[in-house]
């Protein structure tokens, strides 16, 4: 759904009326077809008789202009890639961006194994290369260099969706298969290009998995720690790792020649309850029990350095960088949440405090930077009041408040930053709006019967979704001219609460699940998808079950394909659109093991599962059919030993 101007326009103009062929009423007798169309009719509404009818009336001249124009006009279209750049403005600014981080970051010889695994195509693949950064060969690429083509995520991104909605089957791959016993994987993260895995353990290490360029074996890379590691998380350009235990945080980097090296050690004397990248990879945050959070930054010899420490007057309990992380928020049990900047110099400053009247456990800004909700205590009842300020001529100003009766679960902005939802126990969402007078104003409460499980905005910030316990999900739509949100139509699983409900990053679609949580079958637990029309009203497109139940649903990067975890069934199930908009069974992947977990990574290629017990972690690899890699045989026998890669120490800091 996209919004805005139009592409290479800085004008506005109204969007275009949605316009159906409606079949033909009468014929007259000189074989001119009259057609009935309440909205503004075009040429190409009509059948193609009339038209040639039409243009048989025209000259030599005429028809040669028309030719003309049309070349002209195709001519444009294919050289300002606008299919592509008009498909990418539908997704959401952050979504955006991470496309734009990995097509920034993926070298050549990433871009052809990423492109052949859903086609053979070796002019296409020759062809987005060469859009990346200069003309290549198949002789000699680059290993890695900056992506300087025009519009090179957005031709990348486009051409990627096109060829998997034109594959009519996938063929999933092993990659990878890590037994982490006799220890349990705590989690596992997947970079966004999906070129790294990173899993940490109830023992005592972190681990790294990265492909090298030279096989397709992965290589282990331990980052030690004498603690359980208690996260691990990428970089937003997968070039760093975060991982901290209770008293230790580290960040290793990885360099030119594929190796990783520790760059920062901490250890804290205060339990680290938190530690968190910036968008632009250049910062991080940690927070501890204490009264204090240190920040770190990146320096121009890219080295890792403690820049400054935050403090409150009683505990931090949170910390969260801005969109442009110039900004960040932290939140204290001393009944404020403070505000740090950098100055020109790039040093970290105490801008200004928001004062509450309780414990406030919780900031986010708004997706453009410009607003901050934060939760906070009323009356030492947790968490019953939520308020946003804003940044104004006069600093950031408290605009609003909203109060709960029951504890708030979740805060959210929409992606055009001019709405907020709040989520709460007592089975109600309310939504505020920016009005025209830079004011935030509660605009409707939406009521559930029972408990609220998700709050989700579309992608163009018109919709939004709740899921409940009491079997139904509901959507409401904003009026822009009334300026008010209204209740458009309610989704209703039978018999079964819906776990969530969220929009496809195109936001063309919804999709509801009901979970199983019992190792009992309950093919009653489904997922659907529900299809927003051209009228604007949401149909259900399909109702996907298995005989021992639903345990959960995703969508891919796109919105184009979905994965649904059947964990009774021991399988994963991969569903997408094809070119002619329906959804198709695409493959079925059958287990030896029960899943806890599923995903697709950040660019669609490859999956990544865990286990019910925590101790097997796998990803594969997404093939079109007839393009997979054949015999399958064990990962032993395909592929040579790892290489081992050495680590340097890093510098230990104490605080």
Not at 173 to 192: V, Y
Request: net charge positive.
């Amino acid at each position: 759904m996209p919004t805005g101007n139009p592409i290479g326009s800085t004008h506005s103009y109204p969007p275009p009326a949605a316009t159906t062929t409606l079949p033909v009423e009468h014929t007259t007798s000189n074989r001119i077809t009259a057609v009935t169309n309440p909205g503004p009719l075009l040429l190409l509404d009509l059948p193609e008789q009339p038209i040639r009818h039409i243009l048989g009336f025209l000259g030599d001249r005429d028809i040669k202009a028309m030719a003309q124009t049309c070349s002209s006009l195709l001519a444009i279209v294919r050289a300002e890639h606008l299919p592509a750049r008009i498909w990418f403005k539908q997704f959401e600014p952050r979504q955006q961006q991470q496309f734009i981080q990995i097509a920034k970051n993926t070298s050549n010889h990433e871009l052809k194994a990423w492109l052949g695994q859903f086609t053979g195509s070796e002019t296409l693949i020759s062809t987005i290369c060469g859009h990346s950064a200069g003309e290549v060969t198949n002789n000699d690429i680059p290993p890695r260099e900056p992506q300087k083509g025009k519009y090179f995520p957005q031709i990348l991104f486009y051409t990627v969706s096109q060829l998997m909605v034109n594959c009519r089957t996938f063929q999933p791959e092993l990659a990878i298969s890590i037994d982490c016993i006799p220890f349990t994987a705590a989690s596992a993260t997947l970079s966004n290009d999906g070129r790294f895995l990173a899993t940490n353990s109830y023992a005592r290490c972190g681990r790294d998995y990265g492909r090298t360029e030279i096989t397709a074996r992965p290589a282990e890379i331990a980052i030690a720690h004498e603690d359980r590691v208690r996260r691990i998380t990428f970089s937003t350009d997968n070039r760093h790792i975060l991982s901290y235990t209770a008293s230790t945080a580290k960040i290793t980097s990885c360099n030119a020649d594929g190796s990783w090296t520790e760059k920062l050690i901490i250890i804290s004397d205060r339990f680290i309850s938190s530690a968190t990248f910036s968008p632009d990879s250049r910062h991080a945050v940690m927070a501890r029990s204490g009264r204090r959070a240190i920040i770190c930054t990146m320096n121009q010899a890219g080295r890792w350095v403690v820049t400054t420490t935050m403090g409150h007057k009683g505990r931090i309990l949170s910390t969260t960088f801005s969109p442009d992380s110039r900004l960040i928020v932290t939140t204290s049990v001393d009944h404020t949440a403070k505000i740090h900047g950098r100055d020109s110099n790039g040093n970290w400053l105490e801008l200004t405090t928001l004062n509450h009247n309780g414990k406030v456990s919780a900031a986010e800004f708004s997706p453009d930077g410009k607003h901050i909700i934060t939760i906070s205590d009323k009356n030492n009842q947790p968490d019953r009041t939520a308020t946003i300020f804003s940044n104004t001529d006069n600093g950031w100003v408290r605009k609003t408040s909203i109060n709960h009766s029951q504890e708030i679960t979740d805060t959210s902005f929409s992606p055009d930053s001019r709405h907020a939802v709040t989520e709460s126990f007592d089975y109600t969402a309310r939504i505020l709006s920016f009005d025209t007078r830079d004011n935030w104003q509660h605009k409707t409460t939406i009521k559930h019967k029972r408990r609220i499980s998700s709050t989700r905005f579309s992608p163009d910030s018109h919709y939004l979704v709740t899921a409940s316990s009491d079997h139904t999900a509901k959507i409401y739509r904003y009026d822009a001219n009334a300026r008010r949100w209204s209740k458009q139509q309610i989704i209703v699983h039978d018999d079964m609460y819906i776990t969530s409900a969220t929009f496809s990053a195109d936001g063309r679609h919804i999709l509801t699940f009901s979970r199983n949580y019992s190792p009992i079958s309950l093919p009653v637990c489904n997922a659907r998808i529900h299809t927003c029309t051209a009228g604007g009203n949401w149909i259900t497109s399909l109702n996907f079950t298995t005989a021992g139940g639903v345990y959960s649903a995703k969508f891919n990067h796109d919105g184009s394909h979905i994965v649904i975890e059947a964990r009774n069934d021991d399988a994963i199930i991969i569903y997408g659109l094809t070119a002619d908009g329906n959804w198709l069974h695409k493959s079925t992947l059958h287990q030896h093991y029960k899943l806890d977990f599923v995903t697709f990574s950040a660019n669609g290629g490859h999956l990544m599962t865990i286990s019910n017990d925590a101790q097997l972690v796998q990803v594969w690899h997404l093939y079109k059919e007839d393009l997979a890699p054949h015999p399958q045989c064990s990962l032993n026998e395909l592929m040579p030993p790892p290489r081992k890669k050495t680590r340097k120490s890093a510098p230990k800091v104490h605080r």
